[in-house]
């Protein structure tokens, strides 16, 4: 069965520190896909990045980075020169080819607390 | 393209009684998803259509659990006889057919709070 673990369930930070969010996950499928969501304290869940089981090249987006290492089964997310609007529970979430509809299992998020 | 409008965004509600949840995709979404998340927790997956017909529901919580499709529109979500425990958040998701590779869109979700 599949299983996210996110083992920082809570992280503060100075306002332009570097952070990284980890992400574990376990899976026997092989071909699946990882995400990241970002949820405010609106409630709403704000899709990140989507990143397939046969793609381990890191990706950039401005402030945010991901390394995805099939090896360590780890997905992990990296912000870099953290704003105060950064402040959000992060979730990182897996979906498997072969899963209902492909579902997604969440892990248990990991909330992040920016400071000015 | 308006999102995934849920109704209502807050429900309090004493422990006995039925209530039941609305939910609006993307109007060209094929695929609807209902999660709960309960607090300090991540979503957990509950059911999913594909159009009208409910593909996956044994991951309702118990059979006082149903939704519903009825024109691979809105949907509608159920909980019957409510419990302390069903105190959480329903979010639902529309995607257009393989989620995975065009994505989910959230709603806001709705607030349930048992009482």
């Known amino acids: 069965a599949q299983k996210v673990t996110q083992a920082q369930t809570e992280i503060s930070v100075v306002e332009k520190e570097d952070v990284t969010l980890d992400c574990v996950y376990e899976?026997?499928?092989?071909?699946?896909?990882l995400f990241w969501y970002k949820q405010p304290p609106s409630g709403e869940l704000v899709f990140l990045i989507r990143r397939n089981s046969f793609d381990e090249q890191n990706e950039i987006s401005g402030r945010y980075s991901w390394n995805f290492q099939k090896s360590t089964s780890s997905f992990n997310f990296t912000i870099t020169a953290s704003q105060v609007v950064d402040s959000a529970v992060y979730f990182c979430?897996?979906?498997?080819?072969?899963?209902?509809?492909?579902?997604?299992?969440f892990g248990g998020g990991t909330r992040l607390m920016v400071k000015p | 393209d308006t999102g995934v409008s849920q109704d209502p965004r807050h429900k309090i509600t004493k422990r006995g009684q039925n209530v039941t949840f609305r939910c609006d995709p993307i109007?060209?979404?094929?695929?609807l998803y209902w999660y709960r998340q309960t607090l300090g927790q991540g979503p957990e997956f509950l059911t999913y259509?594909?159009?009208?017909?409910?593909?996956?529901k044994s991951r309702l919580l118990s059979d006082r659990f149903s939704a519903e499709r009825p024109k691979g529109s809105f949907s509608t979500l159920e909980i019957q006889r409510t419990e302390q425990g069903d105190s959480a958040m329903y979010l639902c998701?529309?995607?257009?057919?393989?989620?995975?590779?065009?994505?989910?869109?959230f709603g806001s979700g709705t607030r349930l709070t048992v009482v």
């Open positions: 899976t026997r499928d092989t071909t699946y896909y």
């Open positions: 109007s060209e979404h094929n695929r």
């Open positions: 998701a529309s995607s257009l057919g393989d989620s995975t590779n065009y994505g989910y869109t």
């Open positions: 979430a897996l979906s498997e080819a072969q899963g209902a509809g492909n579902m997604l299992t």
């Open positions: 259509f594909q159009n009208e017909a409910q593909l996956e």
